[in-house]
Every structure is written in C-alpha cells, then in structure tokens.
C-alpha cells in the first residue's frame, strides 16, 4: 500500500527549544498526520544559516530538533527525516529556479520583508530563501506541504517556480499544496500573547517539571477574588486546559460556579501538562546522540536517492545533462 500514499514533506529551521505551542500546532498534527502520507521531515540548515552564525549552536540545535521531534511521536520508520545539507541537490536545483524568477517578484516575499524591517540583515540567503524552499518541495514531488499560516505565501512561491520551470522546459513539475496546520488555533503564552520564543511567553516543552510549574504558575490573571466565578472564555490558563485536561466540562462548571480560583487551576493544569509530556521527555533523554546521527544519515540516504532520479532529469531539460 505504501507506493499509493501521497507524497508529504515539511521543513523546519533547527532554532531552539520548543514549546507548547510548537507542540500542539505543529509537532503533533505532524505526528498526527504523517501515517496516512509517504511523509518526509527535513530539517532546514541551509534555510538557518541566513540568520544563524553559531556553528556549534547550529549543530546543537539539529540534534536538539531531530530528538525533540522523535521524542513527540515521529517515527523515524515511517518518516523520512533527514536534513536539507545532505542531499546537494536542493541548493542546485534552487539555484536553477533563481535564474528563473525575477528580482521584484522575490522582493515582494511577506517573509523577507517583514525580516528586514525587524532588522535582520538582508543577506542574499535571506532574498533567495523562497526558492531554496520552492527546491526542498519539487525535488520530491510533494503534493502536500504541512506550514503554519505564516508560511503560505511561500508555497504559492513553490507553485510559481514549479510553473516557470514548466513553462520554459516542459511540465516536470507538479503544483504542492500547503496544508495548513490551524485547527488548533494559536496557542497563547503566559501573557496571553501568541506563545512564541521571540515574546518569551512560552511554557517550554522539555522542560522539567519545575520548569513547566514555574512558566504556568505565571500566567497572566485578572483580580477576580477566590470564590467568584470566573470567565472560561477570557482566562489563558482555561485555553490551555482545552488541550490538556479531561473533563473540561466539569472544569468549565467549576469556574462558572466560583468552586475554582485561579491558582488552584494553574496547578491541575501544570500537572495535566506535566502528565502528557513526562513520556515525551523520557523518551528524549533516551535517544543518544549517535541514535539521532543514525536517523538523519539513513534519511539523507532515502532522500538523496530520489532527489537525484528527479535532478537528473532537470538536468537533462534545461540542457546541462549531457552524459
Ligand atoms: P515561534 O513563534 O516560537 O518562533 P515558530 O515560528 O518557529 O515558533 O513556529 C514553528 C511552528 O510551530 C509553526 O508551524 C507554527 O505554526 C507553530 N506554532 C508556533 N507557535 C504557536 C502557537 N502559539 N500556537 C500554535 N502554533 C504555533
Ligand atoms: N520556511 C519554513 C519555516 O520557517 C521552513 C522550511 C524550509 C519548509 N523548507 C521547507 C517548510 C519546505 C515546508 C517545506 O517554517
């Protein structure tokens, strides 16, 4: 059955501890999703090195994100996780969609603007990123892309360079769709602000125990009293509930009627969180770093066998293939 699955693949930048968030809106759904896909996860270095200057935080954060995503249920039999530095054939077949888009159209990318005007240098990794993207995509014919909202833009990029490729040399290229990963909604931060690590409102999801307490024990609350009813509806702490705790509805009673204040809540809560991530972190302390190298060489390996049967076709259509 597996050769009738559709082809999936997402790519994620190795940056730093995740959170809740990162769990519940795209970790998860991933982990959720990718049985049903011939699904591969590759892990966006050559994406990384045009904001991150740290080789050895590089390196720390590949081995971090690939534990990190095993741990939280992806299995590496079933996906092939490799990352994007392994297999060449990405930064050539990027390079051939650049000489294929324009400047002004590159330049109008959400994602680039958007990180220049926060102040982050405007290398030419950065102005070109969408293509090595639209790259990571079409060398395997994925159908399916699973991003963030935040991402959307830059599948439609993929489309358009799927296009002028197939416009100029011939169809070879498929449309992706993106997937988009929302219904779970956004998940807020201790101040009630999307959780994100830039706003360092996050709940860290390897964290220790204590660690976990600590982030949910300081969510932001109002000054209702102990005893008074309070609102399910407004309250962050009851937002993360939702994901985290059974019997919601008898929790939701109890703060309707008053029968729960805030710290009591913020500490079934810590708990509920702590519950379902206890395996997870397990699980990560018990992956060695060699177990992880392993992963990522045997999915370079899958990968680079099918991004060579298809470059090698590219080449021969924009007329470099000549032997
Ligand atoms: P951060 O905002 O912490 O930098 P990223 O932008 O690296 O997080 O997000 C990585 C993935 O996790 C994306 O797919 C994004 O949609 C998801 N994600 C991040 N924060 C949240 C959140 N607060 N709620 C839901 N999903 C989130
Ligand atoms: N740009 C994506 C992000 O920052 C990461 C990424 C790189 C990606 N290559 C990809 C996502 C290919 C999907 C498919 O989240």
Same mark, same amino acid.
């Given at each position: 059955m597996a050769d009738t699955k559709k082809r999936l693949l997402t790519g994620l930048q190795p940056s730093g501890q995740l959170h809740i968030g990162n769990y519940l809106g795209a970790l998860k759904p991933f982990a959720d999703t990718a049985p049903e896909y011939d699904a591969m996860l590759m892990i966006a270095d050559y994406h990384a090195l045009t904001s991150l200057k740290s080789p050895t935080q590089l390196r720390e954060n590949i081995i971090d994100v690939v534990a990190d995503y095993v741990a939280a249920g992806i299995d590496p039999a079933n996906v092939v996780i490799f990352k994007?530095?392994? *297999?060449m054939q990405h930064t050539e077949l990027a390079w051939i969609f650049e000489c294929l888009v324009t400047v002004p159209f590159l330049s109008q990318a959400h994602a680039y603007k958007d990180k220049v005007a926060k102040g982050l240098e405007a290398n030419a990794g950065l102005f070109n990123y969408p293509m090595l993207m639209a790259a990571d995509i079409l060398l395997y014919d994925s159908e399916f892309v699973p991003v963030g909202e935040d991402q959307r833009q830059h599948i439609e990029y993929s489309r358009e360079a799927a296009n002028k490729f197939n416009i100029a040399y011939g169809q070879t290229f498929a449309e992706p769709k993106e997937l988009i990963m929302?219904? *779970?909604?956004t998940i807020p931060g201790t101040d009630g602000k999307k959780m994100s690590k830039s706003y360092g409102n996050t709940i860290p999801l390897f964290g220790t125990d204590d660690a976990i307490r600590t982030a949910v024990m300081s969510i932001t609350t109002d000054s209702?009293? *102990?005893?008074a009813p309070l609102n399910p509806e407004t309250d962050i702490a009851f937002a993360l509930h939702k994901h985290f705790s059974p019997n919601i509805k008898e929790l939701e009673a109890r703060y309707r009627s008053g029968e729960i204040g805030y710290k009591k809540s913020k500490e079934i809560l810590a708990e509920n969180i702590i519950a379902t991530i206890s395996p997870m972190r397990e699980k990560r302390a018990a992956l060695s770093r060699e177990a992880v190298i392993q992963i990522l060489k045997d999915g370079a390996e899958v990968a680079r066998t099918r991004a060579e049967a298809k470059m090698k076709l590219v080449r021969e259509k924009v007329g470099v293939g000549l032997y």
């Open positions: 994007q530095s392994d *297999v929302s219904h *779970v909604g209702t009293p *102990v005893g």
